[in-house]
């Protein structure tokens, strides 16, 4: 076991130690909390015009440094150097969409008075300090940015506090902010174990929290939040739905449901885990699904080839092969892998269970790995009954040929986003989060830049 007052970060792919990073004690990380609530002062009070253009240089800087981002991301939690590039490119992205609409979503909205009235009404949104990011390891920079971007263009600071196993990739945007032209301490990295997240949610400087995660962190942290009174935003676990009807185009949904459920090697939130599919299009469905998954080459996630690396940690390796074991105790048929190869490594191969159902562990549990597990349901009704049978409801992915019945299935899934025909995914323009156990609140999209302000009522008496 290492020492508490080190991170270490170990590639997955090899077993072996990449990087060591002093950790903070706590005084430091509450010094630097404080930095970054006066670094709010001055940011706060930069015009719009100058956060947004700290934004742009952002976006310039992701994509000069893309390569070395990317290979760091990749020695550090697994992900592949291909899927890891492409990261780093929606990072810039999301810095150029709030860069540009910023203005827009935080404009001043006036609200008109009734006849005979004389004051003048408005409502503005003003930045409310400091935001703590708790974040997860799978999506090093896109969680850290999808978070951060909105953030810093509403004028908060952000403080954040990263997986310990991709610190390298902490401090490297820490210093690619920096570099844009941020305030020091306006984006400041706290490197400290995760069972001191709730010290630093309590701490005063702290305005506001956001945190991807687990049920359990952020349960955790919520409750130090909710005795603090401060405002959190929680995205955490899913198993979505990914639900092919009777009149679905089979070849197209199982080949978009094969890059649904390996995408970041099987490590996402939003990825596919659960296929319910009608029965009667369902042998067809699972002969194409399994040749899809057959297919895919799972190795070196410096490969350019490679289409799916290793687990970020032996332990989530281990967790998967229990999930699978006793579902196919519990009835579950093993179709495709299931099979950890020998050799170094958090490896575990593509796997396919059919004829899962409520009660195993494939179907209640979120799998976070390239597990697919499917299921089959008599009709629509069924379907959507088995989606929403569920503890989580981030997203859902319905495939049909009959768009005309969207508002009834969207409204009947439980779920924060319905993607009809496509795969799920978070995108800039568009609130991102769910319900249930899988967390509350919004990221992204004017929704989310909302989050983070106060929602300011002016009242000038004519």
């Known amino acids: 076991m290492h020492h508490l007052n080190l991170l270490q970060s170990v590639n997955p792919a090899t077993g072996e130690r990449y990087a060591t990073y002093d950790a903070h004690t706590p005084e430091q990380a509450a010094e630097r909390l404080d930095h970054c609530r006066e670094a709010f002062s001055s940011w706060s009070r930069t015009p719009l015009a100058g956060r947004t253009a700290v934004l ?125 032209g941020l305030p020091e301490h306006a984006f400041t990295v706290l490197l400290v174990q995760g069972a001191q997240a709730s010290a630093l949610a309590a701490h005063p400087a702290v305005a506001a929290l956001t945190l991807t995660g687990s049920e359990g962190a952020g349960a955790e942290v919520a409750s130090v939040a909710g005795r603090a009174l401060k405002k959190i935003v929680l995205e955490l676990g899913g198993s979505d739905p990914f639900i092919v009807l009777a009149d679905a185009d089979v070849l197209t949904a199982a080949k978009h449901a094969a890059a649904a459920r390996t995408i970041n090697n099987g490590q996402s939130c939003i990825a596919a885990k659960r296929f319910i599919v009608d029965e009667r299009v369902a042998e067809e469905f699972e002969h194409v699904f399994a040749a899809e998954l057959a297919a895919l080459r799972v190795g070196d996630p410096m490969d350019r080839t490679t289409d799916v690396g290793p687990l970020a940690r032996p332990d989530l390796a281990d967790d998967l092969e229990r999930q699978v074991r006793q579902s196919v105790a519990a009835g579950a048929k093993l179709m495709l892998g299931g099979v950890r190869p020998a050799g170094p490594g958090s490896f575990y191969p593509v796997t396919l269970l059919t004829g899962v159902t409520p009660g195993m562990p494939a179907f ?62 978070s995108d800039p323009r568009l609130p991102f989060g769910g319900v249930k156990l899988s967390g509350h609140g919004r990221e992204l999209g004017g929704f989310g830049i909302r989050e983070f302000v106060n929602v300011k009522t002016v009242w000038v008496a004519g």
Request: charged residues 15%; hydrophobic residues 50%; glycine residues 4%.
């Open 56 to 180: 742009r240089r952002a976006a310039v800087l992701l994509r000069v440094r893309r390569d070395s981002l990317a290979t760091l991301a990749t020695r550090e939690m697994g992900k592949t150097l291909v899927s890891s590039a492409a990261e780093v490119d929606k990072c810039a992205l999301c810095c150029e969409h709030y860069a540009t609409h910023a203005a827009v979503l935080l404009a001043d909205e006036p609200v008109p008075a009734a006849a005979g009235e004389t004051q003048a009404m408005h409502v503005q949104f003003d930045p409310l300090g400091v935001l703590l990011a708790i974040m997860p390891w799978n999506f090093p920079y896109w969680q850290a940015f999808r978070a951060a971007a909105p953030a810093l263009a509403a004028g908060n600071t952000v403080a954040l506090k990263h997986a310990s196993n991709v610190s390298g990739c902490a401090l490297a945007m820490q210093q690619l902010w920096l570099d844009a």
């Open 364 to 425: 209640d549990e979120e799998t976070f790995g390239p597990l697919a597990a499917v299921i089959r349901a008599h009709d629509t009704a069924e379907a959507i009954a088995l989606a929403n049978h569920s503890r989580y409801g981030l997203a859902a992915s319905v495939w049909t040929a009959n768009v005309d019945a969207v508002p009834e299935l969207a409204k009947a899934l439980e779920v924060g986003g319905v993607f009809v025909n496509a795969t799920v995914r």
